[in-house]
Structure formats: C-alpha cells, structure tokens
C-alpha cells in the first residue's frame, strides 16, 4: 500500500520553459518536445523502449564477457552489472518507494521510504553514496538476478503510472526516470565503444555524411536561454533569463574529419581516439572493429582541448551555450545531432537555480566542467532537445563528443 505524504512547499521556479522550437530545427527535436510533455501513454511506450534498450545493451555484455559481465577498473566507467542495477534502483526509489512522488519538484528527497524489493538496494547503488571506486568491490546480484530485479521494477512503475494524473507536476518523476534510463543507455553504448564490444546497428542512429559547412550569421538580439515553458525541465535549464546577444557567425555543421585532420598532420597533436594511421589512410575503431575512417563524417571522441587547440590553429573560437542555443533554436540550416558539441561555457548554475529533488544531478558539478550541446548517434531522440545541456570534464574523450567553431 503506497501512502502519500504532504509535500514540502517552497519558493522557486516550477519546471519550465526553453520555448518549442521550429519542428524543422532537428528532425529529433519533435520527440524530444513530446517526451518532456508526454502523458501516460506516451510514458509508458518510451519506458518500455528505453527498458529494451538497457536490456540489449546488456545481452551484448553478455555475449562478449560472458555473464559475470566483468571489465576492469576504469575511472570512466561502471561495472555492467552495477549500471543495469543502479537503473532499477533508481526508478524504484524515485517512484515505488517515493511517497512524495505527487508532489513533483517540491519532494521532500530525505523523506522516510519504505525498504523495497531489494533491502540492500541502497547500499548497492545508490551513486550518491557509493564511491565510483567502490562499485567494483561491491557483491552485487548476478545478471538474471538484476534482470528479474528490472522486471519487477518496470511492472510496479507501469501500474502506478496507470492512475497518475495527467498533470506535469504528478508526472514529474517518470520523466525523470525515463530521461535517466535513457541516459544509462547512452553510457552503455560509449562503455561498449571503449571496451570494443560488438553493437548492433540498431542501437545507433545511422551516421549522416557532413555538407560543407557554411557560415550562419545570427543577428544581435535579445535571447531568453534556458527552459520556459510548460512540461518537464532539469533543474539545471532553470531559470530562464533574458542575455543581449551580439551578432556572431557560427558554423552550419561540426567539424569534420576532413577539416580536423589537417591540423594533426601539421601540427603533430596527438591522434585522436580510436584512430590510426594505416597504409597511408586513416581508420577508426568501432566497436573492436578497424574501419576505413570517413572523412566526412563528425570528428568525435575529442577532447575539450583538442577541440579548443583546432580552433587556435584555424583562426575560430569555440560557441558559448547560449550562442549554440541561439542558433539551434532561430536557425532550421544549423544542423546538429550526430555529436555532442563542446562549447566554451563552464557548466554553472543560471541566476535563480534552485535544486530539483535529484540534488545529485547537476548542483555537485558546477564549475570544473565544461557544457555539450546537442545530441549524438547514441543518444535516444526523447533527450535530444536544444534546451538540454549536457556536462563533462574536459578530457573526456570516450563519450561522442566533438565541437563546431564561430570566427572571431
């Protein structure tokens, strides 16, 4: 028996607003803009989807190493078996087990929850309390024990679904735990890339070959960055706040490998990820596998200071945030979603943050990480929205991440 508890009421913005984009800004961004507004049908179709997903990620773990599914320490990483658990968990403790879960962004995150399905759950995978190192040296449940532990989880979260109202405040946490899943997926599919584990293409969106590139000049104006609107928003897109904007000159496309290369070959910077030099071409690994490198797609796997060092030697900067934001969300010729771009705004709080009940999310991480914009092939289209920002340390380099660069 589920008990509801009075919510904790207090000042701050509710879950807001980047306004709805033109539908032709990004063919993803539709389904983004329905994810974050979605009602129960629509929740429940994506959480089966996103479940899949987890699940054939894992059965490609599986088949690789076997089912302990053990890799060695790598301070990028999880371990398999803890990521799909840390999954379960984390939908069980934000919706089975949050009495609060009515009350949306006014959820009081420290109050008294019932044990779970799992009573050494939080002792597992509770990320906010066990050390990334830690995770290795954990005695955690094999994989047809996470997988029953999966099961039981989505079916309990799909029944409470099923009487929710339809409102953005009672549907607050199974977006939230929707959009997280969704991220876990992406992060298995980079672990996989790193770990040379085969994929199936299906996982992926298919690569897109670049145009060249073209020059965008975005007129000065007044932009509001930031989401403002109604349906779901991460607490890191709030508040919205208007920025007078000068005029700059942004690039169409990312960086490709044609343009990226040149740079290596005159200047001896360090070869990028996954890539070699063999019989006089370059190729790439993909998934343990070499591969004639295509030098129009995106330059990826790329470091903030490799993208920033480009950048020197062409003559061009890097795009703050909100110049990005500006241009995706005024411009349907700014094309962007086969990477994740690095831009050149430290990840910080906008004036008048306040932090959602997932005090985890994004409050820790301000100030020595940079901010990615856009989406990669690897990231499911719900969480590809040109509102969404996306953090990371700069030397980060195993994620699909690479950059477009504005003259100076």
Known sequence: MTVSLPCKVHSGYNPGHCLPPPMNTDMT????????????????????????RTLALLDAYAATLGDSL???????????????????????????RNHQRACGTTCDPEHERPVGRLPQADALYNSSRVAHTMRWQLDLPDLAATRAYLAEGLAETLSLLATTPETDVALYFFRLVLFHEDMHGEAGIYMAQALDIP?????????????????????????????????????????????????????SEVVSWRRYLPFVEETGAATPRYLRRHAGHWQQRVFGQWQDLRLDAP?????????????????????????????????????????????????????????????????????????????????????????????????????HNGFRSCVI
Not at 213 to 226: E, I, K, M, N
């Open 199 to 251: 994929l199936s293409d299906a996982l992926l969106a298919a690569a897109v070959p670049l145009p060249e590139a073209r020059l965008l000049v975005v007129p000065s104006g007044q932009w509001t960055l930031g989401w403002s609107g109604d349906g779901f928003a991460f607490d890191n897109e709030l508040a919205p706040h208007a920025l007078a904007m000068p005029t700059f000159a942004i690039d």
């Open 29 to 52: 961004t539709g389904i983004a803009e329905t994810a974050r507004r979605g009602g129960r049908e629509f929740l429940a179709m994506a959480l089966h989807a996103s479940r899949a």
């Open 299 to 399: 330059a990826t796997h790329l470091t903030w200071s490799e993208a920033e060092a480009w950048c020197r030697w062409a003559g061009r900067r890097l795009p703050s945030e909100a110049e990005w934001e500006m241009a995706a969300l005024s411009r349907p010729d700014f094309h962007w979603g086969q990477v994740w771009e690095w831009t050149a705004s430290r990840f910080l709080a906008y004036p008048g943050f306040a932090a959602h009940p997932y005090r985890d999310y994004s409050a820790p991480w301000f100030g020595d990480r940079y901010v990615l914009r856009g989406a990669s092939r690897a990231t499911s289209p719900r969480l590809a929205h040109p509102c969404y920002r996306n953090y990371f340390t700069p030397e980060r380099n195993d994620l």
């Open 70 to 96: 053990s890799v060695p320490y790598s301070p990028q990483l999880n371990p398999p078996l803890w990521e799909a658990g840390h999954v379960g968990w984390f939908q069980d403790y934000w919706i089975a």
